[in-house]
């Protein structure tokens, strides 16, 4: 994260304000759907109302959980692995967000 | 590299066990452990969100497991580790804007945000258990 410290700070704070909400409505859905069935899980997430926030939820989600796990790696991991970790790490950020968001598509469409 | 950090004297951070246990600590080593938790939780998110979107014959047994009580245990560590991060996170912020960073008021938010999440992720599953 050289030369690019705050400006990572701040991306990482923006998207937990973001995140605090989206949470608020996932545990709130959780509970609300606890049990339901395929159709009425599909239901939910074909609606404007459940797929909008489910792939903000998956895609800042994301993109926090890549700025926190690279804190880890440049606390933990020496200087030589550290690239391939974190390229690791995008890798994983990127292929689940990809995973959700195509599959909330497919459900929306 | 390493001898690059030899020579400029660079500490790596001191890990887990040289800590003495106060439950500022817990609170500072559970958020990351959440946090690093809630990056499997986010793939398991998707991978149940691609089940769905695959139809009932993928997404039945995935259900399935998830009503099973190895699947209730993993749900309830989810929903715990989601309640502990983000109170916790909220903790952060309250500290970013230069707010109860002292000792005692640390200690008393570490405690309310363990307790906070607990009660809470008891409640929202055990209701979600019950709903079935």
């Keep these: 994260m050289t030369h690019k410290g705050t400006a990572t700070f701040i991306a990482q704070r923006a998207s937990a304000v973001a995140l605090l909400f989206l949470v608020i409505w996932f545990l709130w859905g959780l509970s609300a759907h606890a049990g339901a069935g395929h159709e009425e899980m599909r239901l939910w997430l074909s609606a404007p109302t459940g797929w909008a926030p489910m792939g903000l939820l998956i895609a800042v989600g994301a993109f926090h959980m890549r700025i926190g796990l690279n804190e880890i790696i440049d606390d933990y991991i020496d200087s030589g692995m550290r690239g391939v970790f974190k390229l690791l790490n995008l890798f994983a950020a990127v292929g689940a967000a990809a995973i959700g968001l195509g599959s909330l598509y497919l459900i929306a469409a | 590299m390493a001898s690059d950090r030899a020579s400029s004297n660079r500490p790596l951070s001191p890990h887990l066990q040289i800590w003495r246990w106060t439950p500022t600590m817990a609170a500072s080593i559970s958020h990351r452990a959440t946090g690093a938790a809630l990056y ?79 009660v809470l992720a008891i409640v929202i599953v055990a209701s979600g258990v019950s709903a079935r």
């Design chain 2, 40 to 118: 499997a939780g986010t793939i398991l998110l998707s991978i149940w969100v691609f089940a769905l979107a695959q139809g009932e014959s993928v997404y039945a047994p995935i259900a399935g497991f998830i009503g099973s009580p190895v699947g209730v245990l993993i749900l309830f560590g989810y929903v715990w580790a989601l309640l502990f991060h983000t109170l916790n996170g909220l903790r952060h912020l309250y500290w970013d804007m230069g707010r109860g960073f002292d000792i005692e008021n640390a200690r008393r938010s570490a405690w309310l945000v363990f307790l906070a999440s607990l």
